[in-house]
């Protein structure tokens, strides 16, 4: 018991803040394929503290980075998913109880042996949920050749005007002391 007790502890210590904006590190954070030369899949993936729209909105500020990195300053989200994984988390109240009373009552022996131990008397279980937002971007540029901005299109964004709006949003890693 207090083995599971002090792994639990060092998984939540582990966690004790929403995953940052940054490149995936055991699991957590954004990744991207180039999948064609104007096509990535990209992913931000946040632990259990990490809220679903910051999630979605690291998704959109990155796929808006890869655009301005690659030279191009439009990109359209064909497609989008979002993932969820929900893990239950047992904690048990543990209160003293009495174990009983036990021995042999006989003429020699006239009082038995009694003890404590722990018996469960709550049991609570929570919900624990992690997002991960995926989607397949295709990249534009109103300045090189190839394929054409798209007129009117909901699905089209400027890479700048993400950036820009978005960036006040963005909670980077704290950097490691040396």
């Given at each position: 018991m207090l083995v599971v007790l002090i792994a639990s502890g060092l998984v939540l210590a582990?966690?004790?803040?929403?995953?940052?904006?940054?490149?995936?590190?055991?699991?957590?954070?954004?990744?991207?394929?180039q999948t064609e030369s104007d096509r990535f899949r990209v992913s931000f993936s946040g632990n259990s503290l990490t809220p679903r729209e910051t999630v979605e909105t690291y998704l959109l500020y990155r796929a808006a980075e890869i655009?301005?990195?690659?030279?191009?300053?439009?990109?359209?989200?064909?497609?989008?998913d979002l993932e969820s994984t929900t893990n239950y988390y047992?904690?048990?109240?543990?209160?003293?109880?009495?174990?009983?009373?036990?021995?042999?009552?006989?003429?020699r022996h006239r009082h038995g042996f009694s003890g404590l131990s722990y018996s469960y008397s709550t049991v609570t279980s929570?919900?624990?949920?992690?997002?991960?937002?995926?989607?397949?971007?295709i990249v534009f540029s109103e300045n090189k050749p190839g394929?054409?901005?798209?007129?009117?299109?909901?699905?089209?964004?400027?890479?700048?005007d993400v950036i820009k709006r978005l960036e006040p949003l963005i909670v980077r890693p704290e950097p490691e002391a040396d």
């Open positions: 582990g966690c004790s803040t929403a995953t940052p904006y940054g490149p995936a590190l055991d699991g957590k954070g954004y990744s991207e394929l655009t301005l990195q690659r030279g191009y300053d439009h990109f359209r989200m064909v497609d989008q047992n904690t048990f109240d543990a209160a003293p109880g009495y174990y009983g009373f036990y021995g042999r009552r006989s003429l929570r919900p624990v949920t992690s997002y991960q937002a995926i989607a397949n971007i394929r054409t901005l798209p007129e009117n299109d909901d699905h089209t964004y400027n890479a700048r």
